[in-house]
């Protein structure tokens, strides 16, 4: 499968814990986007990388929150002392080349439960 | 904050029918693009406009762009149950970074 893979699909914790999420992009995509969904809404976006450098992040990513993509490949999310209000759906994104303009292609999402 | 507002927010129809989705905008956009979300899963692509393009087409999938009016609808027609889903319009109104910006979507919910 050559599409965006996220792991893992379903994460459960408890009020405090840390998590991580993984994204592995399609492979010749430069670009890689994060996005939070909650239930009902539209995707919101967090952050983006072009290869290896993270150009930019929203301001609901707070402080807890920290994204990376070494060597400009697989992508992940860490949430520090999850609170109640994290739990949403993370989607990845990505974006092959340099065009100002196309489609994404989503990943199918890692679902947060903080309890 | 979300930049489109999608309405109906909720549309139920019979299979066979025609089903027309409503998006508004708040700023310039370059391009604007609608994606489908089976529930639980990612976004699918649909099809692009551009904000020099006025009307297009694919498949059973007709956008039109009104940027006059900060608007666009996607009609399905024929539809089929395979079509229930929830449809999101998403704007590129940021020069070059293709961060899009999502509606709130409608949920179709297509009745055999």
């Known amino acids: 499968d050559t599409g965006v893979s996220q792991n893992p699909r379903h994460k459960i914790t408890k009020r405090g814990q840390n998590v991580t999420f993984r994204c592995d992009p399609i492979s010749e995509h430069n670009r890689l986007y994060w996005y939070r969904q909650t239930l009902g809404q539209g995707p919101e976006f967090l952050t983006y990388f072009q290869n290896e450098a993270q150009l930019e992040k929203s301001r609901l990513l707070s402080d807890r929150f920290s994204a990376e993509r070494p060597k400009g490949s697989f992508s992940t999310l860490e949430i520090q002392r999850t609170e109640q209000g994290d739990s949403a759906m993370y989607l990845c994104?990505?974006?092959?080349?340099?065009?100002?303009?196309?489609?994404?292609?989503f990943g199918e999402g890692s679902r947060l439960t903080v309890l | 904050s979300q930049q489109g507002e999608e309405d109906p927010q909720a549309l139920s129809i019979q299979e066979g029918e025609n089903a027309t989705m409503n998006c508004s905008y708040k700023?310039?956009?370059?391009?604007l693009q609608w994606y489908r979300q089976n529930s639980g899963r990612g976004l699918v692509h649909l099809i692009l406009i551009r904000s020099n393009e006025r009307e297009k087409h694919s498949g059973r999938l007709r956008v039109t762009l009104d940027t006059s009016k900060k608007s666009s609808s996607l009609l399905i027609t024929a539809s089929r149950a395979a079509d229930t889903a929830s449809y999101f319009c998403?704007?590129?109104?940021?020069?070059?970074?293709?961060?899009?910006?999502f509606g709130q979507g409608t949920r179709l919910t297509i009745n055999p």
């Open positions: 998403a704007t590129d109104p940021f020069q070059g970074a293709q961060k899009l910006v």
């Open positions: 700023t310039s956009i370059n391009n």
């Open positions: 994104a990505s974006l092959p080349g340099q065009a100002p303009a196309g489609e994404l292609f």
